[in-house]
């Protein structure tokens, strides 16, 4: 609409005469191919444009007194109110001094929300236009996907609220419902107001219901609760308030409560029959830098629940698998070669009754010191340096100081085909404990080590395709070790296995520069364990087309002689198609490759193997079919498999999505309820600019240890 009116701007300026304007008191501007004038009143008849301060309107015949402001216009009227508002209409009645006036027929246009009215009769205010006979959509104006028939409108322009007196919603010309009032704001900037609810249905959780409230007192900013309602379970409420508090930092503060019914914990036997917990963020990257001549960054996630149905109570399809809430918080300073860090973490498992006996690591402080020519251009050293203070109320705590200083000489050797280099690497901790009844209250530890390092880079282009490959030795040779004290299983030591490893990593170009083929290959050879040699890796993408990738990741073990581990995965995805599936196999017999000691812990270990798979297509005009399968295959179940569609239009979508989840539940018994099986149809629609509307059926079955 727009594009044709502009079009008719530029013909009729191109084809009018500089005679014929006349400028007003009012600051209006009248252009025409014919333009009269008797008394106050002008005549403009044929390419009329008409120019004030607040709109641009075109038309074929206008009457304009440019001392009452009284306007009347005729045929094909097209009328721009600022940079938001569009409208056609055949005869327009409009006083540019009051912005008061009449149209009939109207069609009204707002570019932002793409919302269009078409009505028989308007009324014209300066902040309203109320209609008669009406119908209104944000869909194509000849035969509309959806659209709303009402008698009587008002819509604001200036709160952006649409408001429908006796609506009929219809899907193209099937009428489906009436309402006797409805309303809903074009407006889709961020503003306070009522979000999309949620709606679902379960067998042993009954009806539910969300309400999220949207509050946005200020740019930067705002608030939103989300009261809840499961009937057959309980009542809850939980807020979320977000803030920007500088150019450089933001944050979010999430809180909530949810209420079982006594009858339901008990059936369920939960942990508890009340659920809460807290959650704040902040970021911000210039806390005192911009104040003094460093770099420094703050940032903390601190969680707080009494126990996993906390999160699993949040929304309806909000589901957590993990039972350990791990808070964290780091902040640094960095100048040229130095960085110092502090880290904070505290843990909360929610399978524990009490966390008393939870090893926190509060704090760690580290001071690191970026490698540094030493007397010679080649001869480099660097400092890392860390305090970690581990505590608990009840146990044993401990606070381990450990530094760590290489230093390294680099040459190279055969014209810079051969590259070397040599570190001396040397290493020491100490470690003081407390809290404990075994009287342990010291554990000393250092140790140094050799490395020797060989590597080439190498390219060769050929006729169709360019090669390039690195080639890699490293030479680690624990030297002197000594320890002394008691050393808890909780304190990481860092302890070095004399070993070797080759690696080889290459890549295949073709002749375009594509990427066609990587490959990575690795090697471990320890001399100090029973079994020399580690499992071999070997790592292969193949692009076979810049859409079709192939990739498999093995680890073969030379002790069992068997594949101790094996990944293998296709990619596909085009404008049409995308999808993803993989297969991963682990076995007992997996070790991973370390330069450190590893103590093997066989009980722990267990075989697993998954398949995951993600699909969509697009093939379906406006359609979008996806699916989505995690599959245990040693245990015989799906963890979780999602089976779904969205029909997207320029107006409107809707998904319908199947759901099967399987997520872990707090109880009072060890031996009790350990994870509920969830099984739902979801629906969801969406008209733009309106919202959308969600309904959710759901049953659920009880999975015990």
């Not at 269009?116 to 008669?132: F, G, H, M, R």
């Not at 880290?343 to 090893?359: G, H, P, Q, R």
């Not at 470690?431 to 404990?436: E, M």
Request: with cysteine.
């Amino acid at each position: 609409m727009r594009i044709k009116f502009f079009v008719l701007l530029v013909l009729s300026l191109g084809s009018m005469w500089a005679a014929q304007t006349q400028k007003t008191p009012q600051d209006v501007e009248v252009l025409a191919q014919s333009v009269t004038k008797n008394g106050t009143l002008i005549h403009a008849v044929n390419d009329v444009v008409l120019y004030s301060p607040k709109y641009l309107i075109t038309a074929d015949e206008a009457y304009y007194d440019h001392e009452s402001g009284d306007l009347e216009l005729f045929g094909n009227i097209t009328m721009l109110e600022g940079v938001s508002y569009a409208s056609r209409s055949g005869h327009t009645k409009l006083n540019l001094n009051t912005d008061k006036g009449i149209s009939d027929p109207l069609f009204f246009f707002d570019e932002k929300s793409n919302v269009w009215i078409k009505c028989e009769n308007a009324i014209l205010n300066p902040e309203t236009y109320v209609t008669e006979k009406s119908i209104v959509s944000s869909c194509n104006t000849q035969e509309p996907d959806w659209k709303i028939a009402f008698t009587t409108g008002e819509f604001n322009k200036e709160s952006k609220w649409l408001h429908l007196y006796n609506p009929v919603f219809y899907a193209n010309d099937v009428p489906l419902f009436y309402l006797p009032y409805f309303s809903f704001s074009t407006d889709t900037t961020r503003r306070t107001g009522l979000l999309r609810p949620e709606f679902g249905l379960g067998r042993t959780e009954g009806f539910y219901y969300m309400q999220p409230i949207y509050i946005a007192p200020d740019v930067d900013y705002d608030v939103e609760l989300r009261p809840q309602i499961r009937t057959n379970r309980g009542e809850g409420i939980h807020g979320t308030y977000r803030f920007v508090d500088s150019a450089y930092s933001s944050g979010e503060l999430t809180t909530g409560y949810f209420k079982e019914h006594s009858n339901y914990a008990e059936e369920e036997n939960l942990k508890n029959s009340s659920h809460y917990g807290f959650r704040m963020m902040y970021d911000r990257s210039q806390l005192l830098s911009r104040k003094y001549d460093f770099e420094d960054g703050l940032w903390f996630d601190i969680n707080y629940l009494n126990d996993i149905d906390y999160y699993n109570t949040m929304r309806n399809e909000t589901l957590s698998y993990d039972k350990l809430a791990t808070s964290r918080l780091n902040y640094y300073v960095t100048k040229d070669l130095d960085y110092v860090g502090m880290y904070a973490k505290y843990y909360i498992d929610t399978s524990k009754v009490s966390n008393d006996t939870t090893l926190q690591e509060l704090p760690t402080v580290h001071y690191h010191h970026f490698a540094n020519p030493l007397f010679l251009d080649n001869l480099f050293y660097s400092v890392d340096y860390k305090a970690k203070n581990y505590d608990r109320k009840e146990g044993m705590t401990a606070f381990q100081n450990e530094v760590d200083v290489p230093f390294t000489f680099y040459f190279s050797l055969l014209e810079d085909y051969l590259h070397v280099s040599v570190s001396e690497n040397l290493y020491a901790s100490h470690i003081a404990y407390g809290s404990d009844d075994t009287q342990e209250n010291e554990g000393k530890y250092w140790r140094n080590y050799h490395k020797i390092s060989l590597y080439t880079e190498l390219a060769k282009p050929y006729d169709s395709f360019y090669h390039t490959m690195f080639i890699g030795l490293d030479h680690i040779i624990p030297s002197k070790e000594d320890e002394n004290g008691y050393m808890a299983d909780f304190i990481p030591l860092n302890t070095l296995a004399k070993s070797t490893s080759l690696t080889l990593k290459e890549f295949f170009y073709n002749s375009d520069a594509e990427k066609k083929v990587s490959h990575k290959m690795k090697q471990f050879y320890y001399s100090d364990y029973n079994y020399k040699y580690g499992d071999l890796e070997n790592d292969l993408q193949y692009y076979i087309t810049d859409k079709i990738s192939l990739g498999h990741n093995i680890h073969y073990s030379h002790e069992f002689s068997k594949i101790s581990r094996n990944q293998i995965s296709i990619n596909y995805m085009d404008d049409i198609y995308s999808t993803s599936l993989r297969y991963t196999y682990q076995g007992t017999t997996y070790k991973e490759n370390t330069i450190y000691k590893i103590i093997e812990d066989s009980t722990a270990k267990k075989d697993y193997s998954y398949v995951t798979l993600y699909a969509d297509s697009k093939y379906f005009t406006h359609y979008k079919v996806f699916t989505s399968i995690d599959y245990d295959v040693r245990e015989d179940e799906f963890r979780s498999w999602a089976l779904g569609f969205k029909k997207s239009l320029k107006c409107w979508d809707y998904s319908i999505q199947y759901k099967d989840t399987t997520t872990p539940k707090s109880t009072s018994s060890t031996n009790g309820i350990d994870s509920v099986n969830r099984q739902g149809i979801m629906f969801l629609f969406n008209l733009y600019p309106m919202g959308s509307v969600g309904y959710e059926l759901s049953k659920e079955s009880e999975q015990k240890l």
